[in-house]
């Protein structure tokens, strides 16, 4: 499996852009799946259901199948937020992990930036930001800039510079 990240502030247009390079990726033949981080406390199932019950009084995980899909909920409990190379640990063998988030990991990321978000650069600061994909040209840019429309581009650079997940160093900064 190969892993490549995508970082940048909210309202840069991560999510809009995996939803638009996934279909490209596995076009190409690639399997892929993502890992998102969330920042804030979220909740995938609904109140009322019983798979909801057994979380709220008490398992620490839920597994629900049908035969459509399958989710496995965990509740962490007190217990510290899992780090990246765990979560990756979890998914069945695919050809890309595509990562949204977890900025501060040491894996290949690609950064996306646009102006209108008006906040500073992510990668003066983050060796590990490969490109950055940005609306607007940057001629200052020391790494790759490729134009966060071109999907075909973006797309070509991950699958050419995504890593191996048994090669990433995955300590954190």
Partial sequence: MRVMGFAGWSGAGKTTLLARLIPVLVGRGLKVSTIKHAHHEFDIDTPGKDSHTHRVVGASEVLVASAVRWALMHELRGAPEPELPE?????????????????????????????????????????????????????????????????????????AHAAAVTMVDWRTR
């Fill in 87 to 159: 979560l990756i640990a979890h998914l069945a063998p695919v050809d890309l992990v595509l990562v949204e988030g977890f900025k501060r990991d040491r894996h290949p990321k690609i950064e996306i930036h646009r102006a209108e978000v008006g906040k500073p650069f992510l990668h003066p600061d983050d060796p590990f930001i490969a490109a950055i994909a940005s609306d607007r040209p940057l001629p200052e840019a020391l790494l790759p800039v490729i134009d966060l429309d071109d999907t075909e581009a973006i797309a070509d650079f991950v699958e």
